[in-house]
């Protein structure tokens, strides 16, 4: 819905839905907030692309994610009728290999594919007009060792499966693309109401190429979208005579989002070499708003291969007169062997956004999404943890968003409007955002299946407050409300008339240019059953689900700034039955946020924002909502304008940057502050 197919072919869409198990999003209780505070040395990256144990002259290219195992995947619902899986390619994801021939595949399982699996590769060909899948070569799955997860962990042991072709494609005949997978028999076997873990043989990487499926899914048999969040772990295998020369890839550049025009900017960048051997001498232009204004230089020591390194600096932004709003930090390949770079050049760039402020308001609340199913067993734990989180702070604006999880038990609270955010955010349950932040993996979410309740409090409490140091609040909300609620929630709709007002700082509309409005009807006190690890729960309290998304669009609507103040007006329905209003038992809530946009529109088109390190909430107001008018101004008191203007360590040392530990904040009103940075 919200990507492009990588072939540019037109695939089908189904009514089956893929099922996951077990997806792996972050280990609970331990999440990390990407700050960048010290320059870093070159280091192997902790966790490398696809790590390989292939000939001196080969490699492995395949679709983002395909190298990361996050779960098992299937199509139970489906059975027989499908007949394969597959990651759809681009030709350009072929670029770097240019003169190489495809002479095989690995790939990843979760269970068995069954005897007669076979693994397939398509050429993309043009078929009356249409761009067809048309069948290249195939080779028997008869590897088919599974990859085991860890169940302390939660990691995958990954066991790769290799197959070799019986013919080659070389890589230059490759013109539209290709599509990769393999055929396996599909069980839908039970056990007490639920799917086994045999009918989820696909183990899965987190993708937004998204799966492909061959069979009968509905509308004939052919080729169906059936995943955008998804893709499966399966690359292709290349070969070149003399091995691959030195080409070097820059994957990702990293900042702090909001800085002051006086601070010193850290940043660091991943890169990895598609050459046979190691290159040892490479230089960088740092890039300041699209002009080079530093140079960075492999260290002696240092070499660059397969696997992802980091490099790290700093620039001193009172050099450069940075006035409030969006910059851009950029790292551009330099020197490669004391050459100009070639080969494949489209890779050799990459860039950050940060943000420049001079002033500050507090946080009213922070967001936190909660993304969880009646039908997953361990969202209990996820519920329990947020509860303590809320129970120990007064700020936490929490909004549970349900999703289906199992086919023969729908989930009877989700959302369709949701969708987008789900798929976006992460691949498995119990999972949330908190503030939007990226905490340091390759999804939004983080995993909040934890026992230890008080525990995962106080770290996530630390968090948020780091948060909102790193990048502090620059408008203030206030929302004006209006309930109207029928007499019978069954019968009558209920309609909510609601104002939200921006009051930003000084350069608050060019700090959050292009930033969303975002607005949720939430109910508390709803109940029904609940899955867990002790079977189904009767009667669960479910807490904060979201009902209504309020904004036009279901990602938020863009604000239109008036200066640094905004004013956006709304006519919200929420459906009969879906609520059930009493003032002494259910509660409707209001939760409305600005942030920076996970959904961006490029000539009309919507699109996933690629950058994940840029789509953090700045600010959120919560409203509980009475019948009849409210306004809700403030969210904790505190002083209007108070900032850093000092930090201490634990021992009294005065410092001038976040350091592990407990650091003690100094602010404008007077008041300190005890945070807990890991």
Same mark, same amino acid.
């Given at each position: 819905?919200?990507?492009?197919?990588?072939?540019?072919?037109?695939?089908?869409?189904?009514?089956?839905?893929?099922?996951?198990?077990?997806?792996?999003t972050?280990?609970?209780?331990?999440?990390?907030?990407?700050?960048?505070?010290?320059?870093?040395q070159?280091?192997?990256?902790?966790?490398?692309?696809?790590?390989?144990?292939?000939?001196?002259?080969?490699?492995?290219?395949?679709?983002?994610?395909?190298?990361?195992?996050?779960?098992?995947?299937?199509?139970?619902?489906?059975?027989?009728?499908?007949?394969?899986?597959?990651?759809?390619?681009?030709?350009?994801?072929?670029?770097?290999?240019?003169g190489?021939?495809?002479?095989?595949?690995?790939?990843?399982?979760?269970?068995?594919?069954?005897?007669?699996?076979?693994?397939e590769?398509?050429?993309?060909?043009?078929?009356?007009?249409?761009?067809?899948?048309?069948?290249?070569?195939?080779?028997?799955?008869s590897s088919?060792?599974v990859?085991?997860?860890?169940?302390?962990?939660?990691?995958?042991?990954?066991?790769?499966?290799?197959v070799?072709?019986?013919?080659?494609?070389?890589?230059?005949?490759?013109?539209?693309?290709?599509?990769?997978?393999?055929?396996?028999?599909?069980?839908?076997?039970q056990?007490?109401g639920?799917?086994?873990?045999?009918?989820?043989?696909i183990?899965?990487?987190?993708?937004?190429?998204?799966?492909?499926?061959?069979?009968?899914?509905?509308?004939?048999?052919?080729?169906?979208?059936?995943?955008?969040?998804?893709?499966?772990?399966?690359?292709?295998?290349?070969?070149?005579?003399g091995?691959?020369?030195?080409?070097?890839?820059?994957?990702?550049?990293?900042?702090?989002?909001?800085?002051?025009?006086?601070?010193?900017?850290?940043?660091?960048?991943?890169?990895?070499?598609?050459?046979?051997?190691?290159c040892?001498?490479?230089?960088?232009?740092?890039?300041?708003?699209?002009k080079a204004?530093?140079?960075?230089?492999?260290?002696?020591?240092?070499?660059?291969?397969?696997?992802?390194?980091k490099?790290?600096?700093?620039?001193?932004?009172? #050099?450069?007169?940075l #006035?409030?709003?969006?910059?851009?930090?950029?790292?551009?390949?330099?020197?490669?062997?004391?050459?100009d770079?070639?080969g494949?050049?489209?890779?050799?760039?990459?860039?950050? &956004?940060?943000?420049?402020?001079?002033?500050?308001?507090?946080?009213?609340?922070?967001?936190?999404? &909660?993304?969880?199913?009646?039908?997953?067993?361990?969202?209990?734990?996820?519920?329990?943890?947020?509860?303590?989180?809320a129970?120990?702070?007064?700020?936490?604006?929490?909004?549970?968003?349900?999703g289906?999880?199992?086919?023969?038990?729908?989930?009877?609270?989700?959302?369709?409007?949701?969708?987008?955010?789900?798929?976006?955010?992460t691949?498995?349950?119990?999972?949330?955002?908190?503030?939007?932040?990226?905490?340091?993996?390759?999804?939004?979410?983080?995993?909040?299946?934890?026992e230890?309740?008080?525990?995962?409090?106080?770290?996530?409490?630390?968090?948020?407050?780091?948060?909102?140091?790193?990048?502090?609040?620059?408008?203030?909300?206030?929302?004006?409300?209006?309930?109207?609620?029928?007499?019978?929630?069954?019968?009558?709709?209920?309609?909510?008339?609601?104002?939200?007002?921006?009051k930003?700082?000084?350069?608050?509309?060019?700090?959050?240019?292009?930033?969303?409005?975002?607005l949720?009807?939430?109910?508390?006190?709803?109940?029904?059953?609940?899955?867990?690890?002790?079977g189904?729960?009767?009667?669960?309290?479910?807490?904060?689900?979201?009902?209504?998304?309020?904004?036009?669009?279901?990602?938020?609507?863009?604000?239109?700034?008036?200066?640094?103040?905004?004013?956006?007006?709304?006519?919200?329905?929420?459906?009969?039955?879906?609520?059930?209003?009493?003032e002494?038992?259910?509660?409707?809530?209001?939760?409305?946020?600005?942030?920076?946009?996970f959904?961006?529109?490029?000539?009309?088109?919507?699109y996933y924002?690629?950058?994940?390190?840029?789509?953090?909430?700045?600010?959120? &107001?919560?409203?509980?909502?009475?019948?009849? &008018?409210?306004?809700?101004?403030?969210g904790? #008191?505190?002083?209007?304008?108070a900032?850093?203007v000092?930090?201490?360590?634990?021992?009294g040392?005065?410092?001038?940057?976040?350091?592990?530990?407990?650091?003690?904040?100094?602010?404008?009103?007077?008041?300190?502050?005890?945070?807990?940075?890991k």
């Open positions: 819905m919200l990507s492009a197919s990588a072939a540019n072919a037109q695939y089908l869409t189904s009514s089956v839905q893929l099922s996951k198990h077990n997806m792996v972050a280990k609970a209780g331990n999440v990390k907030l990407h700050n960048v505070v010290d320059p870093s070159v280091n192997v990256a902790k966790k490398s692309l696809a790590p390989q144990k292939l000939n001196a002259n080969q490699k492995t290219v395949g679709v983002a994610g395909s190298g990361t195992m996050a779960g098992g995947i299937g199509l139970p619902s489906a059975g027989n009728k499908v007949k394969g899986v597959y990651n759809a390619m681009d030709a350009s994801d072929l670029a770097k290999f240019k190489a021939k495809i002479v095989g595949a690995r790939y990843l399982i979760y269970a068995s594919l069954g005897s007669s699996a076979n693994v590769l398509y050429t993309i060909e043009q078929v009356n007009g249409k761009s067809t899948p048309t069948l290249y070569t195939s080779k028997a799955a088919q060792k990859s085991k997860q860890d169940q302390t962990t939660g990691e995958f042991d990954q066991q790769w499966n290799e070799t072709f019986d013919k080659a494609l070389d890589v230059n005949d490759v013109t539209n693309g290709l599509v990769l997978g393999y055929t396996y028999t599909q069980k839908s076997t056990s007490g639920k799917y086994t873990d045999e009918c989820y043989p183990a899965a990487g987190s993708g937004t190429s998204g799966v492909l499926a061959y069979g009968d899914l509905g509308q004939g048999t052919g080729w169906y979208q059936v995943s955008n969040e998804f893709v499966i772990c399966i690359q292709l295998i290349v070969e070149k005579e091995g691959f020369p030195d080409d070097l890839s820059i994957a990702q550049v990293a900042t702090n989002p909001m800085l002051k025009p006086d601070e010193k900017l850290p940043f660091e960048f991943y890169v990895n070499n598609s050459g046979s051997k190691a040892t001498n490479a230089s960088f232009d740092v890039l300041l708003d699209n204004v530093a140079e960075l230089t492999l260290p002696k020591d240092g070499s660059i291969s397969d696997e992802y390194v490099l790290g600096a700093t620039l001193d932004l009172s #050099e450069y007169n #006035e409030n709003g969006a910059h851009v930090l950029g790292v551009k390949v330099k020197k490669v062997n004391g050459e770079p070639s494949d050049t489209s890779d050799d760039v990459a860039a950050a &956004q940060f943000r420049v402020y001079t002033e500050t308001t507090p946080r009213q609340y922070n967001l936190v999404e &909660q993304f969880t199913s009646t039908s997953c067993v361990y969202c209990p734990y996820g519920y329990e943890a947020l509860r303590a989180l129970k120990s702070r007064k700020d936490v604006a929490w909004v549970a968003v349900h289906d999880l199992d086919p023969n038990n729908p989930d009877p609270y989700t959302n369709s409007n949701a969708e987008p955010l789900i798929g976006y955010s691949s498995g349950y119990p999972s949330a955002n908190f503030n939007r932040f990226n905490l340091g993996g390759d999804q939004l979410a983080t995993n909040i299946a934890t230890d309740y008080d525990g995962f409090a106080t770290q996530m409490g630390n968090l948020l407050d780091q948060e909102d140091e790193i990048a502090p609040s620059v408008v203030n909300l206030q929302m004006e409300t209006n309930l109207t609620v029928g007499d019978n929630p069954n019968l009558k709709d209920a309609t909510l008339n609601i104002t939200v007002k921006g930003g700082v000084k350069g608050a509309g060019k700090i959050l240019e292009g930033a969303t409005l975002g949720y009807v939430t109910e508390n006190g709803v109940k029904s059953k609940q899955y867990s690890p002790n189904w729960i009767g009667t669960y309290n479910h807490e904060n689900v979201l009902r209504v998304i309020g904004t036009q669009a279901p990602w938020g609507d863009v604000i239109t700034w008036n200066g640094d103040n905004f004013e956006m007006t709304y006519e919200v329905t929420i459906p009969k039955k879906q609520y059930n209003y009493n002494n038992k259910n509660t409707l809530n209001a939760v409305a946020f600005v942030s920076l946009p959904v961006v529109t490029v000539d009309g088109k919507n924002n690629a950058d994940l390190n840029n789509v953090w909430v700045n600010q959120c &107001q919560f409203l509980e909502l009475p019948k009849g &008018q409210a306004t809700a101004i403030k904790v #008191e505190t002083s209007e304008n900032t850093v000092a930090r201490y360590a634990a021992d040392s005065e410092i001038s940057a976040p350091v592990k530990g407990i650091n003690i904040l100094k602010l404008s009103d007077g008041t300190t502050r005890k945070v807990v940075v």
